[in-house]
């Protein structure tokens, strides 16, 4: 799974310089990430996404949803992380949530997300372009794991 996580970091063009301006920065990412989670599934709920939620104990989806983002933007790409983003794209993979419902709303979350983030004062202005490049290539790299784990159901 390291190996795997290195070969997308390094494809996703994912540097030090990266990490650093993402751990400058990460309490004031995760200041912003509960508002944006609940700003998540409201938007989910306005568009008709609902029947996937059936049963389901929203709150309790956020927080679980919340932990995920403190993960990734830790930054730290050992086989928890790994093992961890892979069982959640298995989650929706077998909630029968398709890669394109799934990957549109990642770019609702993560435009999102900067919006908020870069209209902060207490991230400089010379610092913006970095973190936006650096917060992109995360998720991205989060993204990816997410569809291997439907690539793994062509061969289950
Ligand atoms: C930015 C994209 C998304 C992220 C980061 C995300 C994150 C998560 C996380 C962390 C879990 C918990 C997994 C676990 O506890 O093992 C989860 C479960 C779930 N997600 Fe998502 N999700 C995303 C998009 C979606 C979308 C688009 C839908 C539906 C349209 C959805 C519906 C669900 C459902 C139904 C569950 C299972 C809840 C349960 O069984 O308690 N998610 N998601």
Do not use: C
């Not at 290195?6 to 751990?23: F, N, P, Q, W």
């Not at 029947?51 to 403190?70: A, C, M, N, T």
């Not at 435009?111 to 973190?131: F, I, K, M, Q």
């Amino acid at each position: 799974m390291r190996s795997e996580l290195e070969k997308i970091r390094i494809s996703v063009g994912l540097t030090e310089a990266d990490t650093d301006v993402t751990a400058r920065y990460r309490a004031i990412i995760m200041k912003v990430v509960p508002g944006v989670v609940d700003e998540f599934y409201a938007h989910m709920f306005s568009i008709g996404n609902d029947s996937y939620f059936r049963g389901v104990d929203v709150p309790s989806l956020k927080s679980r949803q919340i932990e995920h983002w403190r993960h990734l933007f830790r930054a730290d790409f050992d086989d928890v992380y790994g093992n961890h983003a892979t069982r959640i794209g298995i989650v929706h993979r077998d909630r029968a949530i398709t890669p394109t419902v799934y990957m549109r709303s990642y770019g609702w979350f993560t435009s999102r997300l900067l919006e908020v983030l870069l209209a902060r004062p207490d991230v400089s202005a010379a610092d913006r372009p970095g973190l936006a490049a650096a917060v992109l290539k995360l998720i991205h790299l989060d993204m990816t794991i997410a569809l291997a784990a439907y690539d793994a159901a062509l061969v289950d």
